[in-house]
């Protein structure tokens, strides 16, 4: 059973930088295919981006790309979220989660097994 935990959510302003962080506090997350959603009050969890187990393959939502990127550090269990450009609208909580599916990337939140608790991110204009 793996166990994610979120970190470095906080209140930003337009226009700033945020790093998320997801480590893994229970099992190992090396061999998985990560990845971030986020959920903004009132609205359904939407994906922002996955990478594959080795980090060679990523995707982004198109609302998201080219400000957002993923990454991670297999010898340290942990996956990041470095978020630029910060908007208003990218307001939420953002969470990640592991698929345990062998190679390529997921965008679907159905396709993910373990999911952790979530991190704040609030952009204030």
């Known amino acids: 059973q793996v166990q994610l935990v979120e970190s470095g959510g906080g209140l930003v302003q337009a226009g700033g930088s945020l790093r998320l962080s997801c480590a893994a506090s229970r099992g190992t997350i090396s061999r998985y295919i990560m990845g971030w959603f986020r959920q903004a009050p009132g609205k359904e969890r939407e994906f922002v981006a996955t990478i594959s187990w080795s980090g060679g393959t990523t995707s982004y939502a198109d609302y998201v790309k080219g400000r957002f990127a993923i990454s991670r550090d297999n010898a340290k269990n942990t996956v990041y979220l470095q978020m630029n450009s910060l908007k208003p609208e990218d307001t939420a909580v953002y969470y990640c989660?592991?698929?345990?599916?062998?190679?390529?990337?997921?965008?679907?939140?159905?396709?993910?097994?373990?999911w952790g608790q979530g991190t704040q991110v609030t952009v204030s204009s």
């Open positions: 989660a592991a698929d345990r599916t062998l190679g390529g990337v997921a965008l679907i939140t159905a396709e993910y097994d373990y």
